[in-house]
């Protein structure tokens, strides 16, 4: 609601600046100081359109928080289709996100937590994380080494695909254990956008 009466303000002071820059411009340009007035107006409304962008990004990741859930730093949201690990990867970057990849062992658990409550406790999603360019090195989708790691290693010892299985999931089965998996499987996924 606060959001909306900020906006509804940044509107009436886009309007008020452009009839302002508009009588401005009606009329003679004689001297310095009209231009540099309409340059200042100008930069009025460069800033207040910047700020309005900005006001609209915000808005979006709330809604995306209200269809999905919160956690520190993060709202994640739950895609049920199943889709190969590119194409999951390509869905969540046309919404502006990547797919979920958890930093700490409180941050996974909190993803497992809500996969379990939103796809189902016997659901495997997609993670950001692959080892596409060499194998056994781990890495997100900028290309950082992942420093957190969560592998099911006492019963089956992953990663174990070698070659053939180079990115990674999620598994509500095993508690939220990391599998590697082949890239071309059809999986769910969880998008994560980043807030402040």
């Known amino acids: 609601m606060m959001e909306a009466k900020g906006l509804w303000i940044t509107l009436c002071l886009l309007l008020l ?17 009209e231009s540099a007035a309409v340059e200042k107006l100008q930069k009025q409304i460069d800033d207040i359109v910047q700020e309005l962008n ?8 709330q809604t995306v928080c209200l269809k999905g859930t ?29 797919l979920s990849t958890p930093l700490t062992g409180d ?14 406790p016997e659901e495997h999603i997609w993670l950001g994380i692959n080892d596409m360019v060499t194998d056994g090195q781990w ?17 089956t010892r992953q990663p174990d695909g070698g ?24 999986k769910a996924s969880v998008c994560e956008f980043n807030i402040v």
């Not at 658990?109 to 796809?119: A, E, H, I, K, M």
């Open 139 to 155: 890495v997100d989708q900028s290309g950082s080494s992942v420093r957190f790691k969560n592998w099911e290693t006492e019963i």
């Open 163 to 186: 070659r053939s299985q180079n990115c990674a999931s999620l598994s509500a089965t095993a508690s939220g254990k990391w599998f590697d998996e082949n890239c071309k499987a059809e």
């Open 70 to 98: 919160k956690i520190p730093g993060k709202c994640l949201l739950s895609d049920p289709v199943k889709k190969t690990f590119h194409a999951a990867s390509d869905d969540c970057i046309a919404k502006g996100g990547s």
């Open 54 to 61: 900005l006001l609209k990004e915000q808005q979006a990741l």
């Open 107 to 120: 941050e996974n658990d909190l993803l497992y937590g809500y996969v379990r409550q939103s796809l189902g």
């Open 17 to 33: 600046v452009g009839s302002s820059l508009q009588q401005t411009s009606s009329k003679k340009r004689g001297g310095k100081k």
